[in-house]
């Protein structure tokens, strides 16, 4: 699953409890499960890509993908209603146990486990954020009790399995294998907007061997066809966030007829792509194929490095921590330099001017690396917002130049420098908002067909009016031969083209969404 992020405090999350309504049409078995929707400021965003303080986002996606070494009539399919979080989470509704208890989780190509948090979550704040399924209020529970542990690319959970019915729509699937979370590690799942993942990938990379939800609709007759496919709403003011449909397609949502590809490595849904065009430009790496994964779990596309620094560099993108590094030193910096020369102690500076809540106890020469790590989504103690970490290591760097006696233009170009060379995290890069009509299309070479994206469907958009920042739907990640260089489609790609995943023939479908 991909980077997947997105809130600031845990108070702000006990605000933005989901409230799913569900209901039915009166014509045929589809069954919409409508789900609320919430805005997110940039601040929020920069929340959401917390990770684990020893691993980089390149690293962890490595992980998760284990790279390190080598379509029916109405009456025969179900829908489920996707809620979109900031163009940056999909999720649903499912229900576990007799009666059912109901969840949110990620929908995931790019994984094939169940799992939510368990009432025997005892000691995981993350826990106790989100719903719990109790297995003594079900009827059709059956305890295992084997462990289980898994890695995702921005946090990891553990926990046990257990057997129980779960409920997709109008789907109730019997017997179900899936693990009850004990622990969910990173203050990813905290923030998360969903209680758990469902996995829609291949039986393959199932951990503990577990059977997938999906197999076992297929194997206990729940669908006409072996087919399921996704539609993505990439407007986040739309009540409906997309579908995802098991047992064929809704042709409301695709216009034209779909391209297929082959599944080349079961698994995940990998197949073979080829050249990745800026403009009508060719970037080199892949016009002798490269392989891709389509992966609903990950929110941007990612690919080699030296064809993300191409399409960066057409579309004039910036690092995210940059910007915000130079909007403080644009709107706060010489207020920071004034109250350190009226000797303020260097602590309080950042919460005196309002972008700091902490009251100065922490102390604020624990280096720049630090602040970087934790402005890059590490966890290390409370959580700040982007602003103030920033701030913070604009106060750093403004005391080592006051202590040269430079003078305040100097110190201010200086911040400034410092600024353009800060890491970003998840390798996140930001680009004029002014500028889209300007910036070139990005196309993929996929089943002979060109497949393009414009600016407005490869940017995401966060805030309005002056706030509003842009963020490139670009990642770099680079996986060496064999199984690279790989391109991860996640969801800026299935907002654009709506998705079919054919397990019966092994192939993966794209069409125009509409």
């Known amino acids: 699953m991909g980077t997947i992020g997105k809130t600031t405090t845990a108070t702000i999350f006990l605000c933005l409890l989901l409230f799913p309504i569900v209901f039915s049409t009166p014509n045929d078995r589809f069954v919409r499960i409508g789900l609320k929707k919430r ?220 391209t297929y590809v082959p599944v080349t490595q079961k698994g995940y849904w990998q197949f073979d792509m080829g050249d990745v065009l800026i403009g009508d430009q060719t970037t080199g790496l892949c016009a002798s194929g490269c392989s891709a994964i389509v992966d609903s779990g990950t929110s941007l596309l990612t690919g080699p490095t030296a064809i993300i620094a191409q399409v960066n560099h057409a579309i004039g993108a910036t690092g995210v921590v940059s910007q915000e590094c130079k909007t403080v030193v644009s709107e706060y910096g010489e207020t920071i330099i004034d109250l350190l020369l009226s000797k303020d102690q260097p602590l309080k500076v950042c919460s005196q001017i309002g972008l700091c809540s902490f009251d100065g106890t922490r102390d604020v020469s624990m280096g720049i690396e630090s602040v970087v790590n934790e402005n890059a989504g590490k966890a290390s103690g409370n959580v700040h917002d982007a602003m103030c970490s920033v701030c913070e290591m604009a106060v750093i760097w403004v005391q080592s130049q006051l202590k040269q006696n430079q003078t305040q233009e100097r110190i201010l170009d200086y911040v400034n420098e410092l600024c353009d060379r800060l890491p970003s995290p998840m390798g996140e890069s930001v680009v004029d908002c002014n500028s889209l009509s300007s910036m070139p299309s990005v196309a993929f070479t996929i089943g002979g067909k060109i497949l393009e994206l414009t600016p407005e469907q490869y940017i995401l958009k966060v805030g309005d009016g002056e706030l509003a920042q842009c963020i490139s739907g670009f990642g770099a990640l680079d996986v060496p031969p064999p199984r690279g260089p790989l391109w991860i489609l996640g969801d800026v790609f299935m907002g654009k083209f709506h998705t079919v995943f054919d397990y019966g023939n092994m192939q993966i479908g794209f069409a125009e969404a509409a």
């Open 39 to 258: 805005k997110i400021d940039r601040n929020n965003r920069m929340a959401a890509h917390l990770e684990s303080k020893e691993e980089k986002a390149s690293e962890a996606f490595l992980r998760k993908y284990r790279l390190h070494g080598n379509l029916g009539e109405s009456e025969d399919i179900d829908i489920v209603a996707l809620k979109n979080y900031m163009d940056a989470q999909y999720f649903g509704e499912i229900g576990i146990g007799t009666p059912t208890q109901n969840f949110t989780v990620i929908f995931d190509t790019g994984s094939s486990n169940l799992w939510v948090p368990s009432s025997k979550c005892y000691f995981s704040i993350a826990c106790y954020f989100h719903r719990k399924y109790k297995s003594s209020r079900s009827r059709t529970y059956k305890a295992n009790g084997k462990p289980a542990d898994i890695q995702y690319g921005t946090g990891a959970i553990s926990g046990f399995f257990s057997e129980d019915h779960v409920t997709v729509g109008d789907l109730v699937v019997k017997h179900q294998e899936f693990i009850e979370a004990t622990k969910e590690s990173s203050l990813t799942f905290l923030i998360a907007k969903f209680d758990g993942i469902l996995g829609l990938g291949f039986k393959e990379i199932s951990v503990g061997n577990a059977v997938p939800v999906w197999y076992n609709m297929v194997n206990q007759g729940l669908v006409n066809e072996p087919v399921f496919s996704f539609w993505l709403n990439r407007n986040p003011e739309d009540d409906v966030g997309g579908e995802v449909v098991f047992g064929g397609m809704d042709p409301k949502h695709y216009k034209g007829e779909h």
